[in-house]
């Protein structure tokens, strides 16, 4: 049991026993990734024990990347983190596949909007010009991993609101409009903290950053059929430049 007595007077340190006792019940699977743990007060009084003693505790299992701390919101057993490779051809199935996890994926809202400014730009496209906006969410086992805001020039691709409605893929939709393969030309990677709504989708504390990736993606011939402005959980993803 997490909160049986502890034995007394054995020499080795209630912190130690502590960390050790919680370590057993994450690696046994009693805690899974992603739980909540008990506050360090309950810990405390449970155990019988200073917060400060607990609080070592913690130190020692965050440091170990085995617990994460979130300000605001308590501890929680860390999940497994997502190695997502950034290279000139990223498929996002293929990646999760890759781990020996599910893809899985759904689509937040398509649009049609004009293009302005960045997105005009790097698609290449007169200001003004319609591109089909669509935001999707990426899921490795049923966990959000990341946020995609897909942006597509209307005139090449106008079915694609409707292909992605019916599948959420965006590859499959891409060759069923003619571009079975892509390649990323260019990625731009930066940080921020979440907005509310971004922190709700990915199901993460507003108070933990995301990466964001900006990038572009091409056809055979070199001309930009995507660009794509992704937010990644940064506790569950690390973001991986090959050919680096």
């Known amino acids: 049991m997490l909160t049986a007595p502890l034995p007394r007077g054995d020499g080795l340190a209630l912190w130690r026993q502590i960390a050790s006792r919680l370590e057993a019940a994450i690696t046994s699977g ?3 990734a992603g739980a909540r743990l008990p506050t360090e007060t309950d810990l405390a009084e449970a155990l019988a024990v200073n917060r400060h003693t607990i609080r070592r505790a913690m130190e020692e299992l965050t440091g170990r ?17 997502v190695e997502y490779p950034l290279g000139s051809r990223t498929r996002f199935s293929e990646i999760i596949r890759a781990q020996s996890r599910e893809p899985s994926g ?37 966990r959000a991993i990341l946020l995609g805001m897909h942006h597509f020039p209307a005139h090449r691709f106008a079915r694609i609101a409707a292909l992605l409605a019916d599948n959420p893929s965006i590859s499959a939709a891409l060759a069923a409009s003619g571009v079975p393969d892509y390649r990323r030309q260019i ?3 930066t940080a921020r903290m979440p ?13 933990r950053p995301l990466l964001l990736a900006e990038a572009v993606n ?9 660009v794509t402005f992704t937010r990644y959980a ?3 993803t690390q973001l991986v430049v090959e050919g680096a």
């Not at 398509?110 to 007169?126: N, T, W």
């Not at 091409?218 to 995507?226: A, H, I, K, S, Y």
Request: aromatic residues 2%; hydrophobic residues 40%.
């Open 65 to 81: 990347g085995l617990v994460r701390v979130e300000q605001g919101r308590g501890s929680f057993v860390a999940e497994e983190v």
């Open 30 to 32: 009693q805690l899974v």
């Open 195 to 207: 907005s509310p709504e971004e922190a709700e989708l990915l199901g993460q504390a507003r108070t």
């Open 106 to 142: 759904r689509i937040i809202r398509i649009a049609e909007i004009p293009a302005e400014g960045r997105v005009a730009e790097l698609l290449k496209l007169r200001r003004g010009r319609a591109v089909v906006v669509a935001e999707r969410l990426g899921f490795a086992n049923g």
């Open 218 to 226: 091409t056809d055979p011939e070199g001309v930009p059929v995507d």
């Open 234 to 236: 940064a506790g569950r």
């Open 187 to 189: 990625t731009r990677i």
